[in-house]
């Protein structure tokens, strides 16, 4: 297996998947990667524990209101 090179969905750089990595998404059944290692790392930042409460409380306000 050689390096593969992909483009970023998000950012447009080019980056290279490794033989290893490659390896790792045929083995868990998963999709090449489409992002870039650093666009990656910023969606993570994203999804913040802290978010994920808030938006559940918006939730159980909503259903609140429905009622
Ligand atoms: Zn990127």
New binding site residues.
Partial sequence: MKDKTII?I??E?EFVVTPSEQKRCIYRDFDMPK??P??RKHKAKIKQPEEWGKKGKHRRVREEQFD
């Fill in positions: 970023c998000q950012c750089n992002r870039c650093e666009c």
